[in-house]
C-alpha cells in the first residue's frame, strides 16, 4: 500500500537532466498481525525521475504515484478490508512519493556499478504529508535506471486507522520493499513516449512471513536418552525449533507426538490433538512420505523443506542423529499404521463451510488448534471474526491457493470435513467480523 509510494524511491535527479519514466516496478510491504504477518504487493506505479548520470547529487528530482486500489495480499476479501478499512480508497485514490534531494550518495556518476545513496524528500499518503528518507541502490544499464530500496513507514504518523480490537496486536510499522526501472526518454524536442503507469491487472503473489516466536516459551522438555549418544542428539533435534531455517519457529514435537496412535489419536492425558501422524514406531512403517522417503531421517529431512524453512535440507549429521532417535523409539514389530491420505486432504474441499455448528466448532478450537495456537504458544492465539472460510480451510488442509508455507495440512482422516467446518463457522463468524465491510 503505502509501500507503494516508496517505488517513488526510485527517486529522480536532475542536473544536466536525462528523464527517465517508469518501466517496470514492484511494491511490497508487511505489517505483522494476530496470526501471520500480512504482507502485498502492487504494480500499479507511474512516475518519472530525472538527474544527470554523472553527477547525481546535482538537482535530483522524481515523482512517483501510486494506485492504493492496486494492491493485493493473495486473499480477495482481505484486500477489500485492505482498501475500506486502512486505505480508505474511496477517499484516497493514490499515494505520490515527491524526490528532491540524494544525500550521502557513495560515488558521483551513476554507472552499471550499485550507487548506495538516501533519498530525501516527502510522501503524501491518506491526506497527510511527511518528510522522508528512504535508503536505496540504483545503477545504470543502458538507456534505462533500475532502483531499489528498503524502509519502514510509520502508519500511525499518517493518520491510518485500525480496528479497536487489534489496537494492540496489528503493528505500527510498515516494512516497505521497492523495485523500479526507468527507461530513458527522448530529448526535449523529439516526440516523447507517453509515461504510463505499470500494468495492474497482474497481481503480485504475496510474500509470506511466519508468526514471531512467543515471548512465554513451553517448559524445557525431558529427555530420555544421553545427550553424548545419536539417539540423544536426535531427540534433543527433535524437540529444538532452531532445527529449521530463517524465521522458522516449530520444531518435530510442533507437529508429531509420540505414543501410539491405535490406541487413539490423542496423547494420554492430552486433550490435544496433534495435527500429523506420531513418530512412536515411525520406523516402522511400511511408506514414508507416501515412498518418497527411504529412512525416517530421510523423511525429517523432507519435512525441513517443506514445513521449517530449510530449502537447503538438514545437515548429514542431523538428519543421521534423527534417525537413530526415531528408529530408538520404535519398538513395536507391528508396523505401525500407514497414513496415504495428504492427497486426498489437498483435493477435497468443504461444502459449506460456514453452515456448522459454531458452538462445537469452539470446543473442537480447543482440541486441534490450542497445541500451536494459544497464549505462549509458537503462534497466536486465534481471533473469531478475522479470517475468512477460505482462508481458513486452505490453511488447514494446505491446498492450493493458501499462502501458509510452514503449518503443516491435518489430514481427512484426523479432522473430518464435518469437525473442520465447524471450526471453520466458529472462526469465520461474520456477526464478529472484525473489519465491517460498506454495503455495495
Same mark, same amino acid.
Request: charged letters at 25%.
Given at each position: %500500500?503505502?509501500?507503494?509510494?516508496?517505488?517513488?524511491?526510485?527517486?529522480?535527479?536532475?542536473?544536466?537532466?536525462?528523464?527517465?519514466?517508469?518501466?517496470?516496478?514492484?511494491?511490497?510491504?508487511? &505489517?505483522?498481525?494476530?496470526?501471520?504477518?500480512?504482507?502485498?504487493?502492487?504494480? $500499479?506505479?507511474?512516475?518519472?525521475?530525472?538527474?544527470?548520470?554523472?553527477?547525481?547529487?546535482?538537482?535530483?528530482?522524481?515523482?512517483?504515484?501510486?494506485?492504493?486500489?492496486?494492491?493485493?495480499?493473495? &486473499?480477495?476479501?482481505?484486500?477489500?478490508?485492505?482498501?475500506?478499512?486502512?486505505?480508505?480508497?474511496?477517499?484516497?485514490?493514490?499515494?505520490?512519493?515527491?524526490?528532491?534531494?540524494?544525500?550521502?550518495?557513495?560515488?558521483?556518476?551513476?554507472?552499471?556499478?550499485?550507487?548506495?545513496?538516501?533519498?530525501?524528500?516527502?510522501?503524501?499518503?491518506?491526506?497527510?504529508?511527511?518528510?522522508?528518507?528512504? !535508503?536505496?541502490?540504483?545503477?545504470?544499464?543502458?538507456?534505462?535506471?533500475?532502483?531499489?530500496?528498503?524502509?519502514?513507514?510509520?502508519?500511525?504518523?499518517?493518520?491510518? /486507522?485500525?480496528?479497536?480490537?487489534?489496537?494492540?496486536?496489528?503493528?505500527?510499522?510498515?516494512?516497505?520493499?521497492?523495485?523500479?526501472?526507468?527507461?530513458?526518454? !527522448?530529448?526535449?524536442?523529439?516526440?516523447?513516449?507517453?509515461?504510463?503507469?505499470?500494468?495492474?491487472?497482474?497481481?503480485?503473489?504475496?510474500?509470506?512471513?511466519?508468526?514471531?516466536?512467543?515471548?512465554?516459551?513451553?517448559?524445557? !522438555?525431558?529427555?530420555?536418552?544421553?545427550?553424548?549418544?545419536?539417539?540423544?542428539?536426535?531427540?534433543?533435534?527433535?524437540?529444538?525449533? /532452531?532445527?529449521?531455517?530463517?524465521?522458522?519457529?516449530?520444531?518435530?514435537?510442533?507437529?508429531?507426538?509420540?505414543?501410539?496412535?491405535?490406541?487413539?489419536?490423542?496423547?494420554?492425558?492430552? /486433550?490435544?490433538?496433534?495435527?500429523?501422524?506420531?513418530?512412536?514406531?515411525?520406523?516402522?512403517?511400511?511408506?514414508?512420505?507416501?515412498?518418497?522417503?527411504?529412512?525416517?531421517?530421510?523423511?525429517?529431512?523432507?519435512?525441513?523443506?517443506?514445513?521449517?524453512?530449510?530449502?537447503?535440507?538438514?545437515?548429514?549429521?542431523?538428519?543421521?542423529?534423527?534417525?537413530?532417535?526415531?528408529?530408538?523409539?520404535?519398538?513395536? !514389530?507391528?508396523?505401525?499404521?500407514?497414513?496415504?491420505?495428504?492427497?486426498?486432504?489437498?483435493?477435497?474441499?468443504?461444502?459449506?463451510?460456514?453452515?456448522?455448528?459454531?458452538?462445537?466448532?469452539?470446543?473442537?478450537?480447543?482440541?486441534?488448534?490450542?497445541?500451536?495456537?494459544? /497464549?505462549?504458544?509458537?503462534?497466536?492465539?486465534?481471533?473469531?471474526?478475522?479470517?475468512?472460510?477460505?482462508?481458513?480451510?486452505?490453511?488447514?488442509?494446505?491446498?492450493? $491457493?493458501?499462502?501458509?508455507?510452514? %503449518?503443516?495440512?491435518?489430514?481427512?482422516?484426523?479432522?473430518?470435513?464435518?469437525?473442520?467446518?465447524?471450526?471453520?463457522?466458529?472462526?469465520?463468524?461474520?456477526?464478529?467480523?472484525?473489519?465491517?465491510?460498506?454495503?455495495?
Amino acid at each position: %500500500m503505502i509501500t507503494s509510494l516508496l517505488a517513488a524511491t526510485t527517486l529522480s535527479f536532475a542536473a544536466a537532466p536525462t528523464t527517465y519514466a517508469l518501466q517496470g516496478g514492484e511494491i511490497r510491504f508487511e &505489517i505483522e498481525a494476530p496470526l501471520d504477518t500480512i504482507s502485498g504487493a502492487s504494480r $500499479g506505479v507511474s512516475g518519472t525521475i530525472t538527474l544527470d548520470p554523472a553527477n547525481v547529487a546535482t538537482a535530483p528530482a522524481a515523482r512517483i504515484d501510486v494506485s492504493l486500489a492496486s494492491f493485493t495480499t493473495g &486473499i480477495a476479501l482481505r484486500d477489500e478490508d485492505l482498501r475500506d478499512q486502512f486505505l480508505e480508497t474511496a477517499k484516497f485514490t493514490k499515494a505520490t512519493l515527491i524526490v528532491e534531494a540524494l544525500e550521502r550518495p557513495s560515488a558521483a556518476a551513476l554507472t552499471t556499478a550499485p550507487l548506495e545513496a538516501i533519498a530525501s524528500g516527502t510522501l503524501n499518503l491518506h491526506g497527510n504529508q511527511r518528510p522522508v528518507k528512504i !535508503p536505496l541502490k540504483m545503477y545504470l544499464d543502458g538507456d534505462k535506471v533500475t532502483v531499489a530500496g528498503d524502509f519502514v513507514l510509520p502508519i500511525l504518523d499518517y493518520g491510518m /486507522k485500525r480496528p479497536t480490537r487489534l489496537i494492540f496486536k496489528l503493528g505500527t510499522d510498515v516494512k516497505v520493499s521497492v523495485r523500479g526501472t526507468f527507461k530513458a526518454l !527522448p530529448p526535449s524536442g523529439d516526440k516523447a513516449a507517453p509515461v504510463v503507469a505499470a500494468p495492474t491487472t497482474d497481481p503480485v503473489p504475496p510474500q509470506v512471513v511466519v508468526a514471531l516466536e512467543p515471548k512465554q516459551p513451553p517448559p524445557p !522438555p525431558k529427555f530420555q536418552f544421553a545427550e553424548d549418544t545419536a539417539e540423544g542428539r536426535g531427540e534433543r533435534n527433535y524437540n529444538n525449533t /532452531k532445527i529449521g531455517g530463517k524465521k522458522n519457529v516449530i520444531s518435530c514435537k510442533s507437529c508429531h507426538s509420540l505414543h501410539d496412535e491405535r490406541k487413539g489419536l490423542g496423547a494420554p492425558n492430552s /486433550k490435544t490433538i496433534k495435527p500429523n501422524a506420531s513418530m512412536w514406531n515411525a520406523a516402522k512403517r511400511s511408506t514414508l512420505w507416501q515412498g518418497i522417503a527411504t529412512t525416517p531421517g530421510h523423511a525429517a529431512d523432507i519435512c525441513a523443506r517443506l514445513f521449517m524453512l530449510r530449502e537447503e535440507g538438514l545437515d548429514p549429521k542431523v538428519k543421521g542423529d534423527l534417525d537413530a532417535y526415531l528408529k530408538a523409539i520404535s519398538p513395536d !514389530p507391528q508396523p505401525a499404521l500407514d497414513y496415504d491420505v495428504l492427497h486426498l486432504t489437498r483435493s477435497s474441499p468443504v461444502p459449506d463451510a460456514q453452515k456448522g455448528n459454531a458452538d462445537n466448532g469452539k470446543k473442537l478450537v480447543g482440541v486441534y488448534c490450542v497445541e500451536c495456537h494459544d /497464549k505462549g504458544r509458537i503462534r497466536p492465539p486465534l481471533e473469531v471474526g478475522l479470517y475468512e472460510a477460505d482462508f481458513i480451510v486452505r490453511r488447514v488442509r494446505r491446498q492450493p $491457493g493458501s499462502d501458509n508455507l510452514q %503449518m503443516p495440512p491435518i489430514t481427512v482422516d484426523r479432522l473430518t470435513d464435518s469437525d473442520l467446518r465447524d471450526i471453520v463457522t466458529y472462526l469465520a463468524d461474520e456477526k464478529q467480523r472484525i473489519f465491517k465491510r460498506a454495503k455495495r
